[in-house]
């Protein structure tokens, strides 16, 4: 009986925690997308992420949007708020930009951090629900659907 409460205990706690990590889809096996941290400090939210080209090949060419044509990126929180162009902020490995960046190289084996900030999130608000970025890398195919990344906690 004892080995059963403690199978469930540790299930329950694996169950736990599978659902606190972020699930992360690029698009591409070469592409990975990491959260490095998403802190909050009153109604602004920062969520770091690395980017990392783990194929053979130098990408000479990539660009992250806020707003491309019809495609935005978008970030969802755990309270049915969305944030979009007029709430978001992006830098690239420190560098600030408005509308997005061109011909940036990703290293192969190289992270890059990725900076999003979002304003004017409720101080309530415990996590974000997804966030979709529109990240365009021709090497990888990738343009067509945003980067979606999924249940990401906010540290307060």
């Not at 199978?7 to 990975?32: E, R």
Request: proline share 4%; hydrophobic share 40%; with cysteine.
């Amino acid at each position: 009986m004892k080995k059963f409460f403690f199978l469930l205990t540790f299930l329950c706690c694996i169950g736990f925690i599978a659902a606190q990590t972020p699930q992360i889809v690029t698009g591409h096996p070469d592409f990975k997308v990491k959260v490095a941290r998403c802190a909050a400090s009153g109604k602004t939210v920062i969520l770091d992420l690395i980017f990392t080209n783990v194929s053979a090949t130098d990408v000479e060419d990539w660009s992250i949007y806020t707003i491309y044509g019809l495609q935005k990126s978008e970030v969802y929180d755990s309270e049915g708020n969305i944030y979009d162009v007029s709430n978001l902020s992006v830098k690239v490995s420190n560098r600030d930009f408005s509308s997005g960046y061109y011909n940036l190289k990703m290293i192969s084996e190289v992270p890059m951090k990725v900076s999003l900030q979002i304003t004017g999130v409720p101080t309530t608000v415990e996590s974000l629900a997804r966030v979709d970025l529109v990240v365009f890398i021709p090497f990888f195919n990738i343009g067509q659907t945003p980067v979606k990344i999924k249940n990401i906690p906010i540290s307060r």
